[in-house]
Nanobody, 117 residues
Framework: QVQLVESGGGLVQAGGSLRLSCAAS????????MGWYRQAPGKQRELVAS???????NYADFVKGRFTISRDNAKNTVYLQMNSMKPEDTAVYYCNGKYGLYDYDYWGQGTQVTVSS
């Protein structure tokens, strides 16, 4: 099993920045890729960004140029730096880990991010 614990959410004004952290523990060697998803009220959960064990990154179009995903392997932690934030970025952000042949999911508990206009 893997445990993912997010931190860093909160309230920020439009145009501001936040950094989310996701600390992984447990059988972390099983994780192939890490990512951040978000879910706004009444909407489906959507991928924000991901990073593979080799460091390859992928971003949703709506965050390209504003958000950056990174990882510190020594600390077993993944980060999401969010800049130039918009009210539509308001959501619960979830840390995700992919494992296994069919990309099964580990999920964190989620952290609320609210961007005021």
């Amino acid at each position: 099993q893997v445990q993912l614990v997010e931190s860093g959410g909160g309230l920020v004004q439009a145009g501001g920045s936040l950094r989310l952290s996701c600390a992984a523990s447990g059988l972390i060697f099983s994780i192939k890729a890490m990512g951040w998803y978000r879910q706004a009220p009444g909407k489906q959960r959507e991928l924000v960004a991901s990073i593979t064990s080799g460091g390859r990154t992928n971003y949703a179009d709506f965050v390209k140029g504003r958000f950056t995903i990174s990882r510190d392997n020594a600390k077993n932690t993944v980060y999401l730096q969010m800049n130039s934030m918009k009210p539509e970025d308001t959501a619960v952000y979830y840390c995700n880990g992919k494992y296994g042949l069919y990309d099964y999911d580990y999920w964190g508990q989620g952290t609320q991010v609210t961007v005021s206009s």
